[in-house]
């Protein structure tokens, strides 16, 4: 999926922020990521460390087998990833 910039990746984002309750979302959005992690250029390193960290837990969320703990760990996850994208800019277009 191909994105113009950061806040339409944002936007697509947010979409999953409608539903934190579906299994698999969190892996959908971690790979998304992690496939355009090398166009996402953040203010600073301190940004670009803690938008990979929360990548990564998105991974790792989807292994919780109970549905509050998923749900809560996922949209706090999504939301941060989020907000730091607000700082950032996508340098080419992949997907």
Known sequence: ????NSNELSLH?????????TKG????????LT???PTIEFENEKF????????EYLKSVESLTD???????????????????NSSTLSTNLG
């Open 1 to 4: 999926m191909a994105f113009k």
């Open 13 to 21: 984002l947010q979409q999953y922020q409608l539903d934190y309750y």
């Open 25 to 32: 979302n969190a892996l959908k959005v971690h790979v998304l």
């Open 35 to 37: 496939e355009l992690m």
């Open 48 to 55: 670009a460390l803690e938008f990979s960290k929360r990548c």
């Open 67 to 85: 549905i509050r703990d998923y749900s809560n760990k996922f949209a706090e996850n999504l939301l941060k990833i989020i907000l730091l994208l």
